[in-house]
């Protein structure tokens, strides 16, 4: 109940093209949802995070798509760019509780 | 000006050695983390610390413990080092709040030989 599950594992998109990873979860009692962004070589970072009673959140080329009733998330970049190819972890969690991370989707963009 | 800062950024040991990591966080953060990331990058948090206070021991072998000396340190021993102790060790920190991020380091590549 405390996972998150994330897919695909690895992705490559052309540049220009749209990204999408997802995730799903079962613990009803999350209400918080980020996604993080890492290179090769550095610490995650925050890219974007959502909570449960909106169903979208936009941060320039970055969106994420909530479904509170299917228990999935998604994060879409738009026109991607060589430089968003990173590893994506998604995560949620239940009130002050500890952060539960996904699986990691490795995004290539090819040029 | 770095936030969170760990050293050493490569650890290369033989089994059974003692080895220490160090993290320093500069954001003035209340909590910090210790994080294992492995070959698959799997991250999978560790310990916690609040104010020096240990909140999170997640099924981590004994050989494994963190020493908070304050709450801007967390430092991570790891004695009898395994060839399975080998991963990417990354300290972090945040604010108490529900929605503080995490402020990770760049982590510290441990190998085991």
């Known amino acids: 109940q405390q996972q998150v599950k994330q897919s695909p594992q690895s992705l490559i998109v052309q540049k220009g093209g749209i990204s999408i990873i997802n995730c799903a979860y079962e613990?009803?009692?999350?209400?918080?949802f980020p996604w993080y962004q890492q290179f090769p070589g550095k610490g995650p970072a925050l890219l974007i995070a959502?909570?449960?009673?909106?169903s979208e959140k936009k941060e320039g080329r970055f969106t994420i798509s909530f479904n509170k009733s299917a228990k999935q998330f998604s994060l879409h970049i738009m026109d991607s760019q060589p430089g968003d190819s990173a590893t994506y972890f998604c995560a949620a969690r239940a009130g002050f509780q500890k952060l539960v991370f996904g699986t990691g989707t490795r995004l290539l963009v090819s040029p | 000006d770095t936030a969170v800062s760990q050293t050493p950024k490569y650890l290369v040991t033989q089994m059974g050695n003692d080895k220490s990591i160090k993290c320093e966080q500069n954001?003035?953060?209340?909590?910090m983390y210790w994080y294992k990331q492995d070959s698959k990058k799997f991250l999978k948090i560790m310990f916690s610390?609040?104010?020096?206070?240990?909140?999170i021991n997640e099924t981590v072998p004994n050989r494994f413990s963190p020493k908070s000396p304050d709450k801007a340190h967390l430092n991570l021993h790891i004695n009898s080092l395994e060839l399975g102790d080998s991963a990417v060790y990354f300290c972090?920190?945040?604010?108490?709040?529900?929605?503080?991020?995490?402020?990770f380091g760049n982590g510290t590549r441990l190998t085991v030989t």
């Open positions: 610390y609040n104010n020096k206070e240990l909140i």
């Open positions: 972090a920190s945040s604010q108490p709040g529900r929605d503080s991020p995490l402020h």
């Open positions: 954001l003035g953060h209340d909590t």
């Open positions: 613990n009803t009692a999350f209400d918080y």
């Open positions: 959502i909570r449960p009673d909106v």
